[in-house]
Structures are given as C-alpha cells and as structure tokens.
Nanobody
Framework: QVQLVESGGGLVQTGGSLRLSCAAS????????MGWFRQAPGKEREFVGA????????YYGDSVKGRFTISRDNAKNMVYLQMNSLKSEDTAIYYC???????????????WGQGTQVTVSS
C-alpha cells in the first residue's frame, strides 16, 4: 500500500512557476509508476504526466508538454511536478497517484493523494 501527500500548491501569476511535491510512504513506492492528474471546477480529472518507478521515462499530456517536468527521488520517497510558464487554464486541484503500470489512464491508478490547489491569475 502507498500513502500520498501533496504540497506546494498556491497562487501564482500567469507566466510564473511552481513546484509541487508528493511525499509517499509504503514499501512498494520504488516500484510504482507515479502520475500527476488535475481537475478544474466542472471538468473531468485530466492526466498531466507520469514517471516510471526507476525514473528513467516520463511522458506528458499535450496541454502541459514542454512546460511541466516530473521527477522523483526514490531515496526520499518523493515525486515532484515542476510547472513553468503557467497559464490561467492550469488552474486546478493537482493530485499525485501511484500505479503498478506506467499509464495515462486514471482507472489504473490505485492510490491517490488528497490534492493541492493551484491557482494561476492574470
């Protein structure tokens, strides 16, 4: 089992940067693929990106590609989401999640954090 706690959300201006962190606990963390998803008011939860257990591969949703970067530090049981060039449409609650599969499919993630709010204002 994996427990996840996100932090680092807040209010940022358009064009700014923010780094989200996800602290994980549980023996299976190092083998789990980790994903970031987000959900804006009135919208479905959207895939942001994912990173393999080894950290060797990442991939991203089209809306964030080239602006967001996922990394992980398995020694510290941490996953990060660096967000640059933020836009108002990036405003959402951001969730980290763990899966046995390297996937962009929400239903394949078994464990979820409580989420952290990111608000981008102009």
């Amino acid at each position: 089992q994996v427990q996840l706690v996100e932090s680092g959300g807040g209010l940022v201006q358009t064009g700014g940067s923010l780094r989200l962190s996800c602290a994980a606990s549980g023996r299976t963390f190092r083998s789990a693929a980790m994903g970031w998803f987000r959900q804006a008011p009135g919208k479905e939860r959207e895939f942001v990106g994912a990173i393999m257990g080894s950290g060797g591969y990442t991939y991203y949703g089209d809306s964030v590609k080239g602006r967001f970067t996922i990394s992980r530090d398995n020694a510290k049981n941490m996953v990060y989401l660096q967000m640059n060039s933020l836009k108002s449409e990036d405003t959402a609650i951001y969730y980290c999640a763990a899966s046995p599969k390297y996937s962009n499919i929400l239903g394949e993630y078994d464990y979820w954090g409580q989420g952290t709010q990111v608000t981008v204002s102009s």
